[in-house]
T-cell receptor
């Protein structure tokens, strides 16, 4: 069974630039999560989708972050414009049902300079 | 992650048992999880326990849950160098998974 795929693995951008991350969840998984993991901290939930609908985006900085999950499969997370404090690893995860076993991708490490 | 608390570091001698502790705050949590993260890698689910269970054992791993005290622990028997990683405690509630800050396990020779 293929795991959660994310790309790119690494990205370096200058502040005020835009960046987009892509996630392909495990086939058939209805729930998709985006987490932000700042160095030395645990993952923080940014947004959760159930199929193509948003379940929770209370922690998403909506002035600069946006996410979509068209057709309830792949998802993209965008930051526009980026700030230095956005430097982190962005993790995507999926699960067959919310609140049970979630599988994580390897993450995208973003460095904003 | 403020609702899930863990100590940040633990050092254990190779061959000894490691015990990583965690406290959480929401008694309505349905599942409690332990994830492992090795350097540069994503999160790997090690084990999880339903909130109506007290204990779960899986090979070298033993999870203990004290729901009254909202305390979760992970015991790794016969700790090996390959167990060196960051271990995250997480609680599942309202279809969300909330993580602690992680405990870095260091193995001493």
């Amino acid at each position: 069974e293929a795991g959660v795929a994310q790309s790119p693995r690494y990205k370096i951008i200058e502040k005020r630039q835009s960046v987009a991350f892509w996630c392909n969840p495990i086939s058939g998984h209805a729930t998709l999560y985006w987490y932000q993991q700042i160095l030395g901290q645990g993952p923080k939930l940014l947004i959760q989708f159930q199929n193509n609908g948003v379940v929770d985006d209370s922690q998403l900085p909506k002035d600069r972050f946006s996410a979509e999950r068209l057709k309830g499969v792949d998802s993209t997370l965008k930051i526009q414009p980026a700030k230095l404090e956005d430097s982190a690893v962005y993790l995507c995860a999926s699960s067959a049902q919310g609140n049970t076993e979630a599988f994580f991708g390897q993450g995208t490490r973003l460095t904003v300079v | 992650g403020e609702d899930v608390e863990q100590s940040l570091f633990l050092s254990v001698r190779e061959g000894d048992s490691s015990v990583i502790n965690c406290t959480y705050t929401d008694s309505s949590s349905t599942y409690l999880y332990w994830y492992k993260q090795e350097p540069g890698a994503g999160l790997q689910l090690l084990t999880y326990i339903f909130s109506n269970m007290d204990m779960k054992q899986d090979q070298r791993l033993t999870v203990l849950l004290n729901k009254k005290d909202k305390h979760l622990s992970l015991r790794i028997a016969d700790t090996q160098t390959g167990d060196s990683a960051i271990y995250f405690c997480a609680e599942g509630r309202d279809d969300k998974i909330i993580f602690g800050k992680g405990t870095r396990l260091h193995i001493l020779p």
